[in-house]
């Protein structure tokens, strides 16, 4: 059995959305409001979203694709006799202690019939061997929790960050209007934030979650809600973005350049959120800042995760 593994391109765009798609057992889509099984076929490019994201349609999948070829990163499939079987994207990028400048594995996935065969393990050396190349510090991932030892096996196996992934009530925060305050455009060169303090979410890496948020999709213009913003009074920089056909919570993109004016800063945000009529927001952050500065506010404890990573040097 030879694996073959290469740079994507836009002609395996097929093969990439069968990968993803065969992890879904089964197809769902809301008729009158009411969830009910349906076939991939009768299912519009919004809905097959919902089920996992842009690879979930070779319309969406390419767009996606292309970002990060043209952004200069690294889409990787793994061929076994002619066939593309497995997926890996790859990240270079920067950010301070422990990663400094790393590579970052954001996407590994291998189609359910060629699983345990040595496919992925193949893709992580290749991901490895590249950010070798790039003179990277280090490479890290955010694992599936199911995951965690097989990039242990891999290699990648001290720990980066322990995350907690975080809901706050806004029920007892102000509404605040951002056009009361002094409000530049969300940075469009990442330079501005690299030596920042990246808050949330802390289960991707800073330039990671930069670059994918210049990225647009037409297929979440009419779905999502999305606000952005530097404050160049407080040094922050933050997206609220309604989480997927769910526009009373949203997800927070955060950076900061001192965690001084954390506490202020958050109440500006929260206060934000809860102007542009959110309920509650989700966060993703460092154990070290949840302890220090969150504990204290009205929040639901979702889940864990580890950052994992290996020292190139």
Known sequence: MTIQIRLASLDDIEEIVGIHCSSIDKWF????GKKIQAKYEELSIAERWAHGGPWMSIETCA????????????????????????????YIGYESDPLYHHGFI???????EFRRRGIGRRLVKKAIEISREKNCNSIAVWPDPNAV????KCGINKIAFHVKYIKLDLSNIRSLNPESLSIKRFPVSYDELKNWVFVSPRILSSFVTWIKSRWRYAVEENIVVRFEALLPQYDTAFIIKSMWMNRSEANLYWWIKDLDSFPQTMEIILGIAKYLGFNA???SVNEKIYNKYITNHKHEILNE?????KELK
């Open 281 to 283: 927001i989700r966060l």
């Open 106 to 112: 954001d996407v590994l996935e291998v189609h359910k």
């Open 149 to 152: 030892e097989f990039y242990k």
């Open 305 to 309: 995760y580890l950052v994992l990573f």
């Open 63 to 90: 767009v996606h694709v292309n970002y990060i070829l043209t952004w200069g990163h690294y889409p990787l499939v793994a061929v076994l006799d002619n066939r593309v079987v497995g997926e890996l994207e790859l």
């Open 29 to 32: 889509k809301y008729v009158d």
